[in-house]
């Protein structure tokens, strides 16, 4: 299938997600199951392409381990997400060029 | 309605140069999932978005399925329905529907965050100006990173990799530390995906994300239903 297709189908579905409600939406969700599904669902799927897709992301698993471990911390410290996306890849670098 | 663009353009700045690293790493990843640099750029100037892109180039490299990736974009992207949704609350009388349908294409996780955090209502020239920067910087950053991944010692290109994962811990992991439901929907999804991985491998990385994050959601809202200070996201 041509790449072209691929990305008019993705760009489509995602600009459709966002211009819908933004457009036309005036009322508010009322059930609070679904309210509470949407609220855990971005975290979650962050989650699910995080782990453990990252620790293949440096075609090294010692450089991703040291990467994940960094960012974590530094993101448990509330840092930007510029520095914490570095941080990972800093210490990375590092692990793989001392070992 | 000028000043209106120029705060907009200034505020965002950092979201941009932000942008244009992450980008970076979209740009490497797309060229180790054999996407040449135009596509790389076509797919960031067309979706601006970080998670649904990584995952629709992913089911790009692996030959997926059309509804694979509809389904994938639909779940990794809906939270910019609710982020839309909560943004129509603060718009002012300016946003006309074609204004509406135009700016809609700039609603970023960043951009909403900023837009949301204003002060009383918002005007079109704002929102307008505020995606400026960030699309620059998402698209430019896209480019340098694809040409770089060929340029680039393997050692620092491979490091790169990292760069978006990164930014999605920068997300869940303060989320995770304020609030203990949101921390076990993060366990349960990672746990979830890990099992996929590893025990059904016939699974595609695009479905395993549905699955693992609907089942963690699903849980969630069961167990910890939000309080209504706790909708916005």
Known sequence: ?99 | MQKDFKKGFSDGIPIGLGYFSVSFGFGILAMSSKISAFFAWLISATNLTSAGQVAGAEIIAASGTLAEMILTQLVINLRYSLMGFSLTQKLDSSFTTPKRLLLAFGITDEIYAVAISQKGKITASYMAGLIVIPFIGWTSGTVAGALANQLLPEIIANNMGILLYGMFIAIFIPAAKKSKAVLVAVIISAAVSVVLKYFFPFISSGFSVIISAVIAAVICAALFPVKEEEEEL
């Open chain 1, 1 to 99: 299938m041509s790449i072209i297709i691929y990305i008019a189908v993705m760009a489509g579905v995602t600009y459709l997600i966002r211009m819908i409600p933004f457009a036309a939406f005036r009322k508010q969700i009322k059930s609070r199951f679904i309210k509470s599904i949407l609220y855990y669902l971005p975290y979650a799927v962050l989650a699910a392409m995080t782990v453990p897709a990252i620790f293949y992301s440096t075609g090294n698993l010692k450089s991703a381990v040291v990467g994940t471990v960094v960012a974590v911390v530094v993101a448990f410290f509330e840092k930007p997400l510029l520095i914490v996306a570095l941080a990972a890849a800093a210490s990375g670098l590092i692990t793989d060029l001392i070992i």
